[in-house]
């Protein structure tokens, strides 16, 4: 029932719409008028106006004609750079790639290809379906904050998807970490490094010691945490008195969430205190993780969905976030799900036709799966 042709064809214009993160005005106007015409209801937060990004969230309804289960599927209109004046390319094989210069925004306008796709054929089938809404986000790339901004009065589901996974269509991420930036400045004292060494404190030395002794890298299969960036610019002959580090945490477990934060500070503290300096830590918890198992209801319904398109469905943990997040931590259950993109957030990004048309099956049997009799 998809129309290969035609949804191809949309995403193809879809990626030509410049929509790089804190940019999505222009995106946002073009899904709006698209969803209209389609006879659909679309809302606006406020999110442009408390994240400062370039739109609102957008909330689409598609009016009901049967009894069913209150559904919704996400997606994010915002692209990673370089993601302007992309130049998408059908290849003989079916797959879709950039020009080579720019990514292809496959993340994640292959989520909104297939929202607008299963509208259509729900419409032209004269198909069954509940009530179904469909929720537009900006700000995913810079940290998820358009979801996090997003006014929940607007929603009113059961349960839903988020199409925003990397990887084969056939993949539920059933489980995603919460997430920290971590920021710390260490304040230690200048001297002249070559006539009295002694007089001063290395903010350098003290940084050094504190990411010595913290919990680095692959902690457990659920935990990780990094420093990114080690910030201390002065000339050599100084005693370096302030250091920036920059760094992240991660978990699929709250309290080893907690835990490894509380860990990364008392480093910092203690290095801080042996030599005499004093530290600045900002902590700011991004998003909130989440976990189902296989015998819960969305998840069921998404490795149903996946059988009945033919596909041999498989669950994983995914070590990055998503809407999905910040979706479940508003107590609406939510799993997100792999679209077909490969090499996201790469000049290399593509995704094989055959994906997204696979992708837009899954979704419009999603539909049917939340008909009741």
């Known amino acids: 029932m998809i129309n290969r042709s035609r949804l191809v064809e ?16 222009a995106m946002a106007q073009c899904v709006k008028e698209r969803f209209t015409q389609l006879g659909c209801q679309v809302q606006e937060d406020n999110a442009k106006e408390l994240t400062g990004f370039g739109a609102n969230n957008l909330v689409v309804t598609l009016p009901s004609n049967h009894s069913g289960d209150k559904i919704f599927f996400s997606a994010h209109m915002d692209t990673v750079k370089p993601g302007k004046g992309i130049d998408p390319i059908l290849h003989e094989d079916g797959m879709i790639t950039s020009s080579g210069d720019t990514i292809l925004g496959a993340d994640d306008k292959v989520g909104v290809a297939v929202m607008l796709e299963v ?9 069954p379906h509940g009530p179904i809404q469909f929720l537009l986000t900006v700000g995913e790339e810079s940290g998820i904050v358009g979801s996090q901004a997003l ?73 990780t945490a990094n420093i990114g ?52 830590i900002e902590v700011k918890r991004l998003y909130p993780g989440y976990k189902y198992r296989d015998e819960d209801q969305v998840v069921l319904k998404a490795l149903t ?8 469905p498989s669950t994983k943990v995914s070590g990055g976030g ?26 290399k990004e593509r995704v094989h036709s055959d994906q997204i048309v696979k992708a837009a099956e899954m979704t419009l049997t999603l539909t049917q799966l939340a008909l009741t009799e």
């Open 305 to 312: 969905a996946l059988r009945k398109v033919g596909l041999n």
């Open 119 to 127: 509208i259509q054929v729900l419409k032209e089938k004269n198909l």
């Open 229 to 280: 960036q080690f910030i201390g610019d002065v000339a050599t002959n100084v005693v370096c008195d302030t250091v920036t580090l920059l760094g992240e945490a991660r978990s699929q477990d709250g309290e080893k969430f907690e835990r490894l934060i509380q860990q990364m500070e008392e480093a910092l503290q203690k290095a801080a205190s042996e030599r005499g300096a004093t530290v600045d």
């Open 151 to 223: 006014d929940t009065s607007l929603l009113d589901v059961d349960y839903g998807f988020t199409l925003d996974s990397s990887g084969k269509v056939g993949e539920v991420v059933t489980a995603a970490p919460y997430k920290a930036k971590i920021k710390a400045t260490v304040h230690g004292k200048a001297s002249h490094a070559g006539i009295h060494p002694e007089d001063g404190i290395s903010a350098i030395e003290v940084a050094s010691k504190a990411i010595t002794t913290m919990p680095l890298g692959r902690i457990d299969e659920e935990t």
């Open 322 to 347: 998503s809407d999905a997040n910040v979706l479940n931590s508003y107590h609406i259950p939510t799993v997100n799900l792999a679209v077909g993109y490969e090499l996201n957030h790469t000049v």
């Open 10 to 25: 949309t995403f193809m214009e879809l990626v030509q719409v410049d929509s790089e993160t804190k940019e999505e005005a």
